[in-house]
């Protein structure tokens, strides 16, 4: 009985075997592996302190703050720090969903509420809480800001918040651009899948932040070739529409207004001048036509509430670069201004 084996197949010059070809794909894999890992590790590094980004897109307001989030507000050399709690609100801890004593204040509105550029301890809803110290208390004031915010979004948000706190006053802060941005288109919110990849992987943070901001340079092309005080300028409108932008503000807040009554709480409001409409003011002490007629509307339709705009406030307190930091936000001074203007509002409110 025979017991030779048959010869192994001889391998063709320029062909690799199954054998070669299963070791190379799996050196490619691994290859590319190292590679995607190296970069996820260098793109943490330089999005440290920004990743996960602290908003997220949301179906009816735009945009949202993550919820437990803390990170850096805008560059990190700026040094300024936000933390969220479990709702998204720029606070330190979990609140009670009410008090067992004393008062609670909720700051609604933009960035201006939220406190762009500004530390914790700068911002609107901190200062007004230290002022209130001093009043027969205790007092707790709620920072419940969000950039990018319009009235109708502060409805929206004021409205979700409505099942998780009770207050006692809402002071919604309205800036001069929301007479321009009544209205919020509806945002496609991504598939679960694409916001668990960013929320937990920085490389892919970082695709979809690169993508974004390439989208929007060529959505603003034309804006970009306007000057500062032209961009200020082009929301001074003076076109007769006036009166039906006021009509639309009013029938926001008029929703809001509801909705504070359903926590248990009163309304106030603020109506936020931007920094070239407070130039006007000192120089001819004109205040716009939209602003006055807003204020004039609510108080008729409510009778009792407090509408203040701080014009007046900021007069005489030095140069307006001071009071500002750009075109609508006030610098830690111009908070410091404003704060007694706020707590006499809480007074009169409450």
Not at 9 to 38: D, H, N, T, W, Y
Not at 133 to 141: F, T
Not at 167 to 183: M, P, R
Not at 211 to 240: M, N, S, Y
Request: a positive charge; glycine letters at 6%; aromatic letters at 8%.
């Amino acid at each position: 009985m025979s017991t030779e084996q048959a010869p192994a197949e001889a391998e063709v010059p320029g062909k690799l075997s199954k054998k070669r070809k299963l070791q190379f794909s799996a050196m490619m894999v691994g290859f590319v592996i190292l590679i995607l890992g190296v970069l996820e590790v260098v793109t943490r590094i330089h999005y440290r302190g920004r990743f996960p980004s602290g908003t997220i897109e949301h179906p009816i307001r735009n945009h949202t703050h993550r919820p437990n989030w803390q990170g850096f507000e805008g560059a990190p050399k700026r040094g300024i720090v936000v933390k969220t709690n479990n709702l998204g609100l720029r606070e330190d801890t979990v609140l009670a969903k009410k008090l067992s004593e004393g008062k609670r204040i909720m700051v609604l509105g933009d960035s201006v509420a939220f406190g762009y550029r500004l530390h914790r301890k700068q911002t609107i809803s901190v200062k007004l809480q230290e002022a209130l110290a001093e009043e027969k208390g205790p007092w707790e004031v709620v920072n419940a800001g969000c950039y990018g915010y319009g009235v109708q979004d502060e409805g929206h948000w004021l409205n979700e918040l409505s099942t998780e706190l009770k207050t006692d006053l809402v002071i919604l802060i309205v800036c001069y651009n929301d007479f321009t941005q009544l209205e919020t288109s509806p945002t496609e919110v991504p598939p679960d899948f694409v916001q668990s990849l960013n929320a937990n992987s920085a490389l892919a943070f970082s695709i979809s932040r690169k993508w974004h901001q390439v989208a929007r340079w060529f959505q603003t092309r034309d804006f970009r070739k306007l000057t500062p005080e032209e961009i200020e300028r082009k929301a001074l409108i003076k076109d007769g529409k006036e009166d039906e932008r006021a009509q639309k503000m009013h029938d926001h807040i008029a929703k809001i207004d509801k909705t504070t009554k359903s926590m248990g709480g009163r309304l106030a409001v603020v109506v936020w001048p931007g920094r070239i409409q407070y130039r006007e003011y000192l120089e001819d002490a004109r205040i716009p036509k939209e602003q006055q007629q807003l204020a004039e509307r609510l108080k008729k339709t409510f009778p009792g509430l407090q509408v203040v705009l701080p014009y007046a406030e900021f007069k005489n307190c030095g140069p307006v670069e001071e009071i500002y930091m750009d075109h609508c936000h006030p610098s830690p001074r111009g908070v410091e201004l404003f704060t007694p203007r706020l707590v006499k509002l809480v007074k009169d409110s409450l």
